[in-house]
Each structure stands twice: as C-alpha cells, then as structure tokens.
C-alpha cells in the first residue's frame, strides 16, 4: 500500500479547496470514501463518495472493509480499504480528507502516515465560510460548528498544522509539507 497523507481540521475550514490543489500539483490520487449522508445537490455516488445506506455501512464495517470510520454530525463516514489499495499502483501516496477521530485512528495504526491539520485563521472565518458554502443548512451549520469547537483543540496531535488564511499560500505550504515528506 502506498503512504497516506491525511487531511483533517474542522468542516468547511477549506480542506477539499486545498485538497484539490495538492493533488493537481503533486498528481497524486485520493480516496473517495464511504457515507451514509445524502447526497448534495450535484452529487454523484463514486464521484464525491460511495454513498451507502447505515445498514450496509455497518455490514461493510462488521467485514472490516474500512480502514478507519466515524460518526460525524449524525452519519457514518469511512475510508474504504479497497479504495485506498486501488489506487496505491504506482502512486507515492494515496491522499485522504477526513475528520479527526478517523484522522486520530489512522495516526494509531501507521506510523508512516503523513498528517495534516488545516486550521481557519479564526472562529468567526470558520462559521462565514460554512455559510457562504451553502451546501447546509443552519441546524447542520450549527453541529458543524460544535465539531469544530472540539475538532480545535486536537490541533497538535497532527504533525502540521496549516492555518487556511488565503488558499493560494496554503495551498503552497501543504505542497511544500508533504513533498518534503514523501522525499
Ligand atoms: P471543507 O472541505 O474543509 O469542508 P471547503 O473546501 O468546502 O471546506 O471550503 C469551505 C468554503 O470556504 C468554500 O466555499 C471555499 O470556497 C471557502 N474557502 C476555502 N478556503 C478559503 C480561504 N482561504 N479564504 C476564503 N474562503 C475559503
Ligand atoms: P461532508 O458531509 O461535509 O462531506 O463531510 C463531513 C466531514 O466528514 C468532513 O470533515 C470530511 O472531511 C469528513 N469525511 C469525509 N470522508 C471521510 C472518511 O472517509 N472518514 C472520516 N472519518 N471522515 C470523513
């Protein structure tokens, strides 16, 4: 299996909008991973993840087919074992985004792996972010939001920390950390 390089920090803190640029400047491949949330608008089973019922999430978990798993503001999300060893062929590491405890259970199991905490520059940012997203609505705004108090405080388990203040210089420092990583 190639090395992983895991992408946590808190939603809507900008971790897809990074995530994008590292794999197009490095070429690396991710994981599209398993949830039991609905689709969002625009969404496609495959593409953004494998979307599953809680039923067959569960059995796939029993199977032990996940790498790592979590509940997550009222759904299960995993990455998926078979995805990950897909897209190891050839590749210098497979790229997750993922929250923290399935961030925290990685960290656990393999010790090569490379992990990565996107942190807002502040609270306010985090909260107009998500917001400005549009992608959820004030009820899941707010869960999100109390994740994110808790998601905060576990910064320095990870062995960066990037703060997401403007996305052209983070995304410049996350290429910079992980290419000198993957070295
Ligand atoms: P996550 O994947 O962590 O949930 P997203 O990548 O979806 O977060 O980003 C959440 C929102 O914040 C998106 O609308 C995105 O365009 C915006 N965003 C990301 N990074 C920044 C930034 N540095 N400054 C301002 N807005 C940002
Ligand atoms: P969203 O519902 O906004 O797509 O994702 C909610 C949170 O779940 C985000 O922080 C996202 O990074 C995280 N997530 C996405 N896929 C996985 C996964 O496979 N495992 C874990 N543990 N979290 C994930």
Request: aromatic share 4%; charged share 35%.
């Amino acid at each position: 299996m190639a090395r992983l390089v895991v992408i946590t920090g808190p939603s809507g803190v900008g971790k897809g909008t990074l995530k994008r640029g590292l794999l197009s400047e490095l070429s690396l491949p991710e994981s599209i991973s398993a949830t039991t949330r609905l689709p969002r608008q625009g969404e496609t089973d495959g593409t953004e993840y494998h979307f599953l019922t809680r039923v067959e999430f569960e059995q796939r978990r029993d199977s032990d087919d996940f790498l790592e798993s979590a509940e997550y503001a009222g759904n299960l999300y995993g990455t998926l074992r078979s995805e990950v060893e897909a897209r190891s062929d050839g590749a210098k590491a497979v790229v997750l985004e993922i929250e923290t405890r399935g961030a925290e259970q990685i960290r656990d199991r393999d010790p090569d792996a490379i992990l990565i905490f996107i942190a807002p520059p502040n609270s306010a940012e985090l909260r107009k972010r998500l917001e400005g997203r549009g992608t959820d609505d004030p009820e899941q705004i707010a869960v999100r939001l109390a994740e994110a108090e808790r998601e905060l405080t576990l910064r320095d388990e990870f062995d960066t920390v990037i703060v997401n203040d403007d996305v052209a210089r983070a995304t410049a420092e996350l290429v910079t950390q992980v290419r000198s990583r993957l070295d």
